[in-house]
Nanobody, 130 residues
Framework: QVRLVESGGALVQPGGSLRLSCEASVSGRTLDEYVIGWFRQAPGKEREAVSCISERGHRTYYRDSVKGRFTISRDNTKNTIYLQIDSLKPEDTAVYYC?????????????????????WGQGTQVTVSS
């Protein structure tokens, strides 16, 4: 069982930065047994993968539109996963969710799809506007 709580969303101007946090409460296992993903959903659009990170943080995946601007990281000792977002653009506006699932036999990139994650947080709103 995994409970996830996101925080850090805000209204920011284009070009600004944010750091999103996802605090996990895990029972029965430890956080380093889960792949974690950050996903986002804009109004009227489907939920999409932003970035995923392997159980111990050695492997990451980013969607093309965020490469070089977003950085995913995790601190399993603090049960927290982070998403550093720099050079924000209006098209980054969305509700950002973190999600967790045990690793499969596939790569982090292949696994980084909303349908493949079971545990979800409630989301945090990021709005980029001048």
């Amino acid at each position: 069982q995994v409970r996830l709580v996101e925080s850090g969303g805000a209204l920011v101007q284009p070009g600004g930065s944010l750091r999103l946090s996802c605090e996990a409460s895990v029972s029965g296992r430890t956080l380093d047994e889960y792949v974690i993903g950050w996903f986002r959903q804009a109004p009227g659009k489907e939920r999409e993968a932003v970035s995923c990170i392997s159980e111990r943080g050695h492997r990451t995946y980013y969607r093309d539109s965020v490469k070089g601007r977003f950085t995913i990281s995790r601190d399993n000792t603090k049960n927290t996963i982070y998403l550093q977002i720099d050079s924000l653009k209006p098209e980054d506006t969305a509700v950002y969710y973190c999600a967790a699932d045990p690793p499969g036999i596939t790569s982090v990139q292949t696994m980084c799809r909303p349908s493949l994650f079971y545990y979800w947080g409630q989301g945090t709103q990021v709005t980029v506007s001048s």
